[in-house]
């Protein structure tokens, strides 16, 4: 079945830098989701994306799409202690609806 | 507008037990899946419910069960409770039809299994 990967899987960072998230698939995808669960939290949806090659932002936070459409990327800009927490992209598995989750990137942020 | 609500937040069984998790859906929502996140690790799917049907399985044994009731509520039942059934249990609704919105997640089950 479809799987995914993501890297890192700990991302240390110092308050203010940028860091890059990245998850990767074999197969070609429909479309990925991400979420953010914070320490002691549950999952938060944060966005869905379909398209090829297509990047949305949300404040600090850039996704993107990869032209192939088997990987798609979460770039924070200028992070802060509000960015802790674990990223989870998840893919739909063919042909059903099954969400399937990444081991995800758990981030600490360095004040 | 609720979100997803689950109960109890945290539950001790002993191990042997049955355990009986209870999850209602957003308003307007109309598919709860379960999953299972073991510390450290991404949420692992168990099942979804649709229309009162179980629509689809992840790879869980039989001694965990569902339901789901006509207002869209649901249930995940867990017998013979194992030491490695600890763990965060998410309900999760969503629209069958997708609409791009994502999965809403309940606050979840803390079960620990001593």
């Known amino acids: 079945g479809q799987q995914v990967m993501q890297i890192p899987q700990y991302q240390h960072v110092q308050e203010g830098e940028d860091f890059t998230t990245y998850c990767n698939s074999s197969?070609?995808?429909?479309?990925i989701q991400w979420y953010k669960q914070r320490p002691g939290g549950h999952p938060v949806f944060l966005i869905q994306?379909?398209?090829?090659?297509e990047v949305k932002k949300q404040k600090r936070l850039t996704f993107q799409f990869g032209e192939a459409k088997k990987n798609s990327s979460l770039h924070i800009t200028a992070t802060q202690t509000t960015d802790v927490g674990t990223y989870f992209c998840a893919i739909p598995r063919s042909n059903d609806y099954k969400l399937s989750f990444g081991a995800g990137t758990t981030v600490t942020v360095r004040a | 507008d609720a979100g997803v609500t689950q109960s109890p937040t945290h539950l001790i069984k002993t191990r042997g037990q049955q355990v009986t998790l209870r999850c209602s859906p957003k308003?307007?929502?109309?598919?709860v899946s379960w999953y299972q996140q073991a510390l450290g690790q991404g949420p692992q799917f168990i099942f979804q419910?649709?229309?009162?049907?179980?629509?689809q399985r992840g790879n869980f044994p039989d001694r965990f069960s569902g339901h789901q009731f006509p207002n869209y509520s649901s249930e995940l039942n867990v017998n013979a409770l194992l030491l490695g059934d600890s763990a965060l249990y998410l309900c999760a609704s969503s629209l069958i039809t997708g609409s791009g919105i994502g999965y809403t997640f309940g606050s979840g089950t803390r079960l620990t299994v001593v």
């Open positions: 994306l379909v398209k090829s090659g």
């Open positions: 197969t070609t995808l429909s479309n």
């Open positions: 308003s307007g929502h109309d598919t």
């Open positions: 419910y649709y229309e009162e049907e179980e629509r």
